[in-house]
């Protein structure tokens, strides 16, 4: 059980927040708004899967956001073009596969800094956006919306497919020589070369999935809504980063799993709207996710000293 406290610590907060909103406003539980804000966190929830693949290589992408962004426009374009679910959702993953192999070839072959080389394309892609789109939203055709199914059956859907891919990739990482790749090229590059893994392989094709994970997100979030938001996705790439530090998976890579990832993105995701019911004015949201990030990295620190 030592190998997994940080995780634990986590859930155990996740529990007492939400007993406490179960005292305090059991309102808060009531089953329709709870599935929005549930599905609403769907999509993040692949993005922060995607971003927690990379930060255990050792690696940051801090470019989700805005590649979320233009993958939902080109969502919105194919589906007004054509009116067809599946090739928006095709188009979507492959321009988010093509975003993330971008950044791949950057850090992997040319062995730039993943920090330089995202935020460079993070800018890159959002203002490109901007400057094709204008601002303007996408209005979509009406069958799109949830799938084509109720609004009750779609958000179940979404729920439902945001932990299909989680269990999905936590599994493969724990069971999967691929997974294993991951792990050893975050802990020690020159010691997995050593083992026969290429640390750049590795590295490209993970920032690939991670890519392809935003596309598939972005279309998760696009059936949400009647209209696409050329400005959405912002900030995102530092709720998904957070929920996996948050979440015990450490920034210098190695180390972490995504279901503390899954603990510490609940956290984040239920403490704004638990401020909300408890009457705390909605700007102290950022100031609690602040103060649990820097105690969750103060803690890791710590965990750390005491290990060597």
């Given at each position: 059980m030592r190998g997994y406290g940080r995780e634990l610590t986590v859930v155990a907060l996740l529990?007492?927040?939400l007993i406490g909103m179960a005292t305090a406003a059991p309102n808060f539980f009531e089953p329709q708004p709870l599935l929005s804000r549930l599905t609403a966190a769907a999509p993040?929830?692949?993005?922060?899967c995607a971003v927690s693949l990379v930060i255990i290589t050792r690696q940051i992408d801090i470019s989700v956001g805005s590649l979320f962004a233009v993958c939902s426009v080109v969502a919105g374009i194919?589906?007004?073009a054509h009116g067809t679910l599946p090739s928006a959702m095709v188009a979507a993953v492959l321009v988010g596969t093509l975003g993330g192999a971008i950044n791949g070839v950057l850090v992997a072959v040319f062995r730039l800094p993943s920090i330089?080389?995202?935020l460079a394309t993070m800018v890159t892609w959002r203002e490109g956006l901007r400057l094709y789109q204008q601002g303007v939203f996408l209005n979509?055709?009406?069958n799109w919306q949830w799938f084509g199914l109720s609004m009750h059956?779609?958000?179940?859907?979404l729920c439902g497919v945001g932990l299909l891919i989680l269990v999905f990739l936590a599994g493969g990482l724990r069971h999967l020589a691929g997974g294993r790749y991951l792990y050893a090229v975050g802990s020690d590059s020159s010691a997995a070369r050593l083992a026969g893994i290429s640390p750049p392989a590795v590295t490209f094709w993970t920032f690939t999935l991670?890519?392809?994970l935003v596309g598939w997100a972005a279309v998760m979030s696009v059936v949400q809504s009647p209209q696409v938001d050329p400005g959405t996705g912002k900030m995102l790439?530092?709720?998904v980063i957070a929920a996996a530090v948050v979440g015990g998976i450490t920034i210098t890579g190695g180390r972490g799993s995504l279901w503390g990832m899954f603990a510490g993105f609940l956290l984040l995701t239920f403490m704004g709207p638990s401020l909300t019911y408890l009457g705390v004015k909605p700007y102290w949201d950022k100031a609690f996710q602040g103060g649990v990030i820097l105690l969750s990295v103060v803690a890791e620190r710590l965990h750390r000293r005491q290990s060597d």
């Open positions: 529990a007492l927040l993040k929830l692949v993005v922060a194919v589906a007004s330089v080389v995202t979509l055709p009406e059956v779609g958000q179940a859907t991670a890519g392809a790439e530092l709720e």
